[in-house]
């Protein structure tokens, strides 16, 4: 009874051994796990992208401004909007200038009418010389009046000198020239806007061309100068501002003195000569010369 019962307990041993180590004695293989994560697909506005720091500079600029005086009224673009070469960007008020031009155009056919019929006479013998002299410079004066003003029409709206974007947008507050004002301010206001437009460059500019250019008369320019200035006369202050010029060109240019006399507004090169010499009291040659 004793020995069967071990051989019992020792089946049942074996059995358990034999159901462990499974047919063969080998193990049984099993299959590698794989993880898995699913993802639902949907759309998204988030964009990748870099962020740099710097300064974006145009290639190329200009500033515009307008070539009259007047008050602003109207802007027609914004800062940072493209514009195309010749777009009107702005306006000033304009009735002074036109009226201005509308006074020259008149003028200009009463002097071309008034050569005519003195050019008949002098051709027949019945005028003398110096009268028809007068005459061809009225009318030489006449037409470079008439076509400032005209040229002053046209830039009374600003426009674009190239294709490109609107920087900056800087509106000044100008004052309007106007008669009313005293000398000293028409002397500030005249003067700033003969230099900054360099009208003294224009060899028939006068103070008959300067009313006509601002609309306002010669008699209240010429007590502006001569009451409100330290220049005996408009004259003077053109001349003051002629040589200048000058200067500049005799120093920084190889340019000849009759081509500085004429790009500084003086229609004659002895003018330009004798008016040198009485303000530096050197000659324009002589000048240059201690520039090197």
Known sequence: MRQALN???????????????GIGGKKPEREAV?????????????????????????????????????????????????????????????QNVRSAHEISAATLNQAEDAYRRL??????????????????????????????SRKSVSEIVLRA???????????????????????????LQISQAIISQQLYLQPLFDRETAATHFGISSRRIGTAFTQ????????????????????????DSTMSIADIAAASGFSRTTTFNHDFKVKYELSPSEFRELQD
């Open 228 to 251: 409100g200035s330290p220049y005996k006369s408009l004259p003077d202050f053109i001349r003051e501002c002629r040589l200048k010029h000058a200067c500049r060109l005799l120093r």
């Open 34 to 94: 794989v993880s898995v994560r699913t993802i639902k697909v949907s759309s998204s506005s988030h964009v990748i992208g870099k962020n740099y720091m710097g300064t974006v500079e145009e290639e190329d600029g200009a500033n515009v401004s307008f070539g009259v005086i007047g008050n602003v009224v109207r802007v027609m673009v914004e800062e940072g909007q493209f514009v195309r070469k010749g777009q009107a960007l702005a306006e000033v008020d304009g």
């Open 161 to 187: 000198p190239f294709d490109g974007y609107v920087a900056s947008i800087q509106p000044e507050a100008t004052a309007e020239i106007s008669e009313s004002m005293t000398n000293e301010q028409l002397f």
């Open 119 to 148: 050019k008949d006479l002098y051709d027949k013998g019945t005028l003398p010389e110096i009268k028809m002299v007068e005459m061809e410079t009225a009318l030489a004066k006449a037409k470079a009046a008439e076509a400032i």
């Open 7 to 21: 051989l019992i307990i020792y089946i049942t041993v074996l059995i358990l051994t034999l159901g462990c180590t």
